[in-house]
């Protein structure tokens, strides 16, 4: 049984279709990303699993059951870390649990354990304003994390960072997840952090968005800071090459 089924998904937004005929799986413990070109309706898949948005024809199911409502099965990180400035990091990490219920003191004892896990120990007390970015996201994922929902789905998340902290970040969160085995959906413009985290990605098509390949990544990890396969290049280019053909732009 998949964590996650999305089978024939269509949706439209204000007269303008988005999603055509989407179906994708996502197996329990698998990390599967999706690239596609700017604006395809990746982020708007997001929100139909949030329950945001309600689709047009289609099903979604986790653990083979009809996604409803009442479901809690995603924990969801944006593009931007959303940290609450008037907040301290441990009161922002806690915030998706203190939403669900869970008294803050209650919420601080559960969460306190995992800062050293993130690379945040000696800094619960400090505001956002006082971290680095690369700091901060580690800080928003434990937020995501620490929700203890069956699927993680994450948004570009390294997308505004630098290019030295996002392959940081990229670095740290493969050694997280080769820990944990969180069922991860990840959407990204970025070939080469697909190719390195990724068990297999899908390839979306300009709005509205139809799955146009679907792609292996058989290498073992870690895949980061060491010499990968010729293979592994070649798929990079066979994906970026898949792109650009949506784009229209092969120069």
Known sequence: MN???ITNVSLTLGGTPVLDDISLRVEKGEFVSILGPSGCGKSSLFRLLTGALTPDRGTICVN???LSSKSRAFAFMPQRDALMPWRRI???VILGLEVQGMDRGEARVRVLPLFSTFGLEGFEQHYPAQLSGGMRQRA???????QDRPIQLLDEPFGALD???RAEMQGWLESRWRQAHW???????DVREAVALSDRIYVFSRRPARIIAEFNVPWL????GRALPAEASQLEAQLLDTLLAQTGDRS
Not at 140 to 146: F, P
Not at 221 to 224: C, H, K, M, S, V
């Open 90 to 92: 441990i009161d922002n």
């Open 221 to 224: 990890r870690p895949r980061l």
């Open 64 to 66: 083979g059951a009809p």
């Open 183 to 189: 069922t991860t959906l990840l959407v990204t413009h």
């Open 140 to 146: 928003a994922l434990l937020r995501t994390i620490v």
């Open 3 to 5: 964590a996650l089924d």
């Open 163 to 165: 290019a030295l902290t």
